[in-house]
């Protein structure tokens, strides 16, 4: 929150007084990355779960939006609100590998995409999201 601070200097003899006030906002920064859980394929979709970020960066946080990439920078995202920990994304092409990041949004701006961008499966094949691992694990 925000702090004001107010004195007041009594003038001896009757003369002008003065007064000073100080309003105190505490510094917010961005939050810090989102950590990617799992990515399941389903047709034409895959349901992203995330975890939130260590740091909030001071402020709530509002909404996540996961983007997936494929080869040919084709681009599909999703938005939940701060609260959620899933997202699905929908209007994939099918037997497509994908790339997948998951940034935090607050009133001070957009956190960094997630630690690694993750492989999506294609459809028909799902994959526990580990750090280090671009590739599904069947």
């Given at each position: 929150?925000?702090?004001?601070i107010s004195v007041f200097?009594p003038?001896?003899?009757?003369?002008?007084?003065?007064?000073?006030?100080l309003?105190?906002?505490?510094k917010i920064?961005v939050p810090?990355?989102p950590?990617?859980?799992?990515?399941?394929g389903?047709?034409?979709?895959?349901?992203?779960?995330?975890?939130?970020?260590a740091?909030?960066?001071?402020a709530a946080i509002?909404?996540?939006?996961?983007?997936?990439v494929?080869?040919?920078?084709?681009?599909?995202?999703?938005?939940?609100d701060?609260?959620?920990?899933?997202c699905?994304l929908?209007g994939?092409?099918n037997?497509?590998?994908?790339?997948v990041?998951v940034t935090?949004s607050s009133a001070?701006?957009t956190?960094l995409p997630?630690?690694?961008?993750?492989?999506?499966p294609?459809?028909g094949m799902?994959?526990?999201?580990?750090?280090?691992?671009?590739?599904?694990?069947r």
């Open positions: 929150g925000t702090a004001t200097n003038a001896p003899g009757g003369g002008t007084s003065s007064a000073l006030a309003t105190i906002t505490p920064t810090g990355a950590t990617i859980g799992t990515a399941v389903g047709d034409a979709s895959a349901s992203v779960n995330f975890s939130a970020p740091s909030d960066g001071g509002t909404s996540y939006t996961a983007t997936a494929d080869a040919n920078n084709n681009v599909v995202t999703c938005t939940t701060g609260s959620g920990r899933s699905d929908v994939l092409t037997n497509t590998n994908y790339l990041s935090a001070a701006g956190s997630s630690s690694a961008d993750r492989l999506i294609p459809f799902s994959a526990k999201i580990t750090p280090g691992n671009s590739s599904p694990k």
